[in-house]
């Protein structure tokens, strides 16, 4: 019931969003907009776009110990892209679970997936303190804020990180506690059970010495992202760098929360407006790369995710 009404919820935001949007734009504005938009530049845009999926399979190819060859991992990743772009509130990161489910195990993949997120959140977090030390042109009361709110996500982003890298006692210590509570009757045995399964499974399907590699695998993914953001919206519109760091950040680390419709129509739209207001672009070119962006992103992950597809089912690996 919660998940149908997260989805509802999702459809009616994205409705919302899509109402505003067009009523300060038209069509034609985003038709403009896209013919602004070279052939050498949809070249550059997919191929930056293509290797952040390399990267993504890579870093999964390295959290499995180099079980898998990064062929397998790169179908399994483009398939993962595709469900997780085109369901709504992230159901689609359940596909890259069933399916890494099917060639270990459940546990070693809901984890290995638990990491992936996590070191992307750090790293979003981290893109934008530095770029916001550098950025000019935002209204400071917001500059302020968004200062503030970054330096409180290094604080927690350094506080879960000593918890994941100081796992066994963190665990230990919730084992124990959740114990004590089954005690008085406040939890219920499997609970339990599901915390040993879980502490067991990090023990072994992650080593300390690999979050280093996890880390630089996920910096380099959005070093890329970036690059491709920075590739199509300065072709559009007048922008600096460090702006595209603070906007694609603020919209990255919204989508973390799972509030998206369908193929992210509305969300991504809505949220890539905003955040570009937010660092200084007018209303109509901002809306108008927002649909842009969007628009090339469904197309580039509709292609891979079709040759994953391909790759998967019909093609030998």
């Given at each position: 019931?919660?998940?149908?009404?997260?989805?509802?919820?999702?459809?009616?935001?994205?409705?919302?969003?899509?109402?505003?949007?067009f009523r300060i734009i038209s069509l034609q504005d985003i038709l403009d907009a896209l013919g602004k938009i070279s052939i050498l530049t949809l070249l550059i845009a997919f191929l930056l776009y293509f290797l952040t999926y390399v990267f993504r399979a890579w870093r999964f190819k390295v959290m499995f110990k180099d079980q898998f060859s990064l062929s397998k991992m790169f179908s399994i990743t483009c398939i993962h892209n595709?469900?997780?772009?085109?369901?709504?509130?992230?159901?689609?990161?359940?596909?890259?679970?069933?399916?890494?489910?099917?060639?270990?195990?459940?546990?070693?993949?809901?984890?290995?997936?638990?990491?992936?997120?996590?070191?992307?959140?750090?790293?979003?977090?981290?893109?934008?303190?530095?770029?916001?030390?550098?950025?000019?042109?935002?209204?400071?009361?917001?500059?302020?804020?968004?200062?503030?709110?970054?330096?409180?996500?290094?604080?927690?982003?350094?506080?879960?990180?000593?918890?994941?890298?100081?796992?066994?006692?963190?665990?230990?210590?919730?084992?124990?506690?959740?114990?004590?509570?089954?005690?008085?009757?406040?939890?219920?045995?499997?609970?339990?059970?599901?915390?040993?399964?879980?502490?067991?499974?990090?023990?072994?399907?992650?080593?300390?010495?690999?979050?280093?590699?996890?880390?630089?695998?996920?910096?380099?993914?959005?070093?890329?992202?970036?690059?491709?953001?920075?590739?199509?919206?300065?072709?559009?519109?007048?922008?600096?760098?460090?702006?595209?760091?603070?906007?694609?950040?603020?919209?990255?680390?919204?989508?973390?929360?799972?509030?998206?419709?369908?193929?992210?129509?509305?969300?991504?739209?809505?949220?890539?407006?905003?955040?570009?207001?937010?660092?200084?672009?007018?209303?109509?070119?901002?809306?108008?790369?927002?649909?842009?962006?969007?628009?090339?992103?469904?197309?580039?992950?509709?292609?891979?995710?079709?040759?994953?597809?391909?790759?998967?089912?019909?093609?030998?690996?």
């Amino acid at each position: 019931m919660k998940k149908i009404l997260k989805i509802v919820f999702g459809i009616v935001f994205s409705a919302v969003l899509l109402i505003i949007l067009f009523r300060i734009i038209s069509l034609q504005d985003i038709l403009d907009a896209l013919g602004k938009i070279s052939i050498l530049t949809l070249l550059i845009a997919f191929l930056l776009y293509f290797l952040t999926y390399v990267f993504r399979a890579w870093r999964f190819k390295v959290m499995f110990k180099d079980q898998f060859s990064l062929s397998k991992m790169f179908s399994i990743t483009c398939i993962h892209n595709f469900f997780n772009q085109l369901l709504p509130v992230r159901l689609g990161e359940l596909s890259y679970i069933y399916f890494m489910g099917k060639e270990k195990n459940t546990g070693q993949a809901t984890i290995t997936l638990f990491l992936a997120r996590f070191y992307d959140g750090i790293t979003m977090v981290l893109f934008l303190v530095v770029s916001l030390i550098f950025v000019t042109g935002i209204d400071q009361l917001i500059f302020r804020y968004m200062m503030i709110a970054g330096v409180l996500l290094v604080v927690i982003s350094i506080s879960l990180i000593i918890i994941i890298i100081k796992r066994r006692a963190v665990l230990y210590l919730a084992n124990r506690f959740l114990l004590h509570l089954k005690k008085i009757g406040l939890v219920k045995l499997r609970w339990i059970e599901q915390l040993k399964k879980f502490r067991k499974e990090m023990t072994l399907s992650i080593p300390r010495s690999m979050h280093l590699k996890i880390f630089l695998h996920s910096f380099l993914i959005w070093l890329i992202s970036f690059a491709f953001f920075y590739t199509v919206i300065s072709s559009l519109t007048t922008i600096s760098i460090w702006k595209i760091l603070v906007a694609g950040s603020l919209v990255n680390i919204s989508f973390l929360i799972p509030i998206q419709a369908f193929a992210n129509i509305g969300t991504a739209e809505g949220i890539w407006a905003i955040a570009l207001i937010i660092v200084g672009i007018g209303k109509v070119p901002a809306i108008s790369a927002g649909f842009v962006l969007h628009l090339l992103q469904i197309v580039f992950f509709t292609w891979l995710g079709l040759y994953g597809f391909a790759k998967r089912f019909f093609w030998k690996q």
